[in-house]
Nanobody
C-alpha cells in the first residue's frame, strides 16, 4: 500500500506565508513527478506546480515568483512554500505523486488535501 500524507494547512493572513509538506510512504519502488493542485470552493481543481524526479519545476502563472515547489528524494517528500498569499484565496491543496510500487505497478496517488484559509 502507498499513501500520501500532507501537513501544513491552516489559517494565514493575507501577505503571509505557509509551507505544505506531503510525504509518501509504503511499498514504493520509484517516485516520478510530484505536484500540488488546489481547489477553491465551487471551482475546479487546478494545477499549481510540479517537480520532476530530476528537479525540473513548472508553475501556474498566477503563483510564479511567490510559490516554490521542492522535493527531498531521500524522504519521499514534496514541499510547497507559499509566500505573499492573497486574501480570499482559500483553497484545499492536494499533493500527488506518480509512483511505481514494488510489484512494478505505476499509479497516481493523491493526498488528503489540507485546507489553507487566507484571511484579510
Amino acid at each position: 500500500q502507498v499513501q500520501l500524507v500532507e501537513s501544513g494547512g491552516g489559517l494565514v493572513q493575507a501577505g503571509g506565508s505557509r509551507r505544505l509538506s506531503c510525504a509518501a510512504s509504503g511499498s514504493i519502488l520509484n517516485i516520478n513527478d510530484m505536484g500540488w493542485y488546489r481547489q477553491a470552493p465551487g471551482k475546479q481543481r487546478e494545477l499549481v506546480a510540479t517537480i520532476s524526479r530530476g528537479g525540473s519545476t513548472n508553475y501556474v502563472a498566477s503563483v510564479k515568483g511567490r510559490f516554490t515547489i521542492a522535493r527531498d528524494t531521500a524522504k519521499n517528500t514534496v514541499y510547497l512554500q507559499m509566500n505573499s498569499l492573497k486574501a480570499g484565496r482559500t483553497s484545499v491543496y492536494y499533493c500527488n505523486a506518480d509512483i511505481t510500487d514494488w510489484v512494478s505497478q505505476r499509479k497516481i496517488y493523491w493526498g488528503q488535501g489540507p485546507q489553507v484559509t487566507v484571511s484579510s
